[in-house]
């Protein structure tokens, strides 16, 4: 027997169900956002390897939310919302406040300027990324991820504190990643976004063991794994682009 109240108001109730907040998500989301939040506060604090691994604590919690979205079949207007403003601060704001106090802050206007084009490039990113989900190949990211540009100045940061390296030392170092990141989040270079893998897809059992061996890679010594696999994330766009322009050219 269908609901009395959905009956009466028809279409417009099951619009509103359409609209509802699903909380498993959105749980994901809020945590991601937390994760971002603490990692400023961390830095505030000038404990800045605690608010390098919440950002990475956040790019993993980010991830899980729109895999369980997808999963669940719980996508809706407000999550995809929500989680477009957790990452401004946990891949934006955050990321360029921690490089600001640890290294750029005595670098003057040009420590200011490196972090605000950071976090403008997020935002721009972000924006564009919205705008033009309907649109552009699901296979590639135009200009590279916003949580991957934040692993990538949250793991810079991390290693150099693991291997005790004085920042003032490297400020200018760090002054060029925090561009370089910025830069490349708002360019027109294509990165691989790993949409296509389906998790709920049967696949060999030699994936499961290399998932299991690159996870104790990573414990093995997380700062320097992880710091390097952004890395060469961050090179592969522009290595896949003069690929192209070469084969063009041939």
Request: charged share 15%; with cysteine; glycine share 8%.
């Amino acid at each position: 027997m269908p609901d009395l109240q959905t009956s009466k108001l028809g279409p417009r109730a099951s619009s509103i169900r359409r609209r509802g907040i699903y909380i498993l998500p959105n749980l994901f989301t809020t945590g991601a956002l937390f994760a971002g939040f603490y990692a400023i506060v961390q830095a505030m604090n000038l404990r800045f390897e605690n608010a390098a691994v919440a950002i990475f604590v956040a790019m993993v919690l980010d991830g899980l939310d729109g895999r369980v979205a997808r999963l669940t079949h719980t996508q809706s207007e407000f999550g995809a919302e929500y989680d477009s403003l957790s990452d401004m601060v946990s891949f934006g704001v955050a990321p360029s406040l921690v490089m600001y106090e640890w290294a750029l802050k005595d670098l003057g206007k040009m420590g200011w300027v490196a972090a605000f084009i950071y976090c403008a490039g997020a935002a721009l990113r972000l924006a564009r990324f919205n705008t033009n989900i309907e649109i552009v190949d699901k296979r590639y990211f135009q200009g590279m991820p916003s949580p991957a540009a934040a692993a990538l100045v949250a793991g810079f940061v991390w290693i150099l504190i693991d291997l005790s390296i004085d920042p003032s030392q490297i400020r200018w170092v760090a002054c060029v990643v925090t561009i370089f990141a910025g830069l490349t989040m708002v360019s027109s270079v294509k990165f691989w976004s790993g949409k296509e893998i389906n998790l709920r897809r049967s696949v060999p059992f030699v994936v499961i063991l290399a998932m299991v061996g690159g996870l104790l890679l990573i414990s093995s010594y997380p700062a320097g794994v992880l710091f390097g696999l952004f890395v060469t994330y961050a090179l592969s766009g522009y290595l896949m682009w003069a690929w192209r322009a070469i084969r063009r050219r041939a």
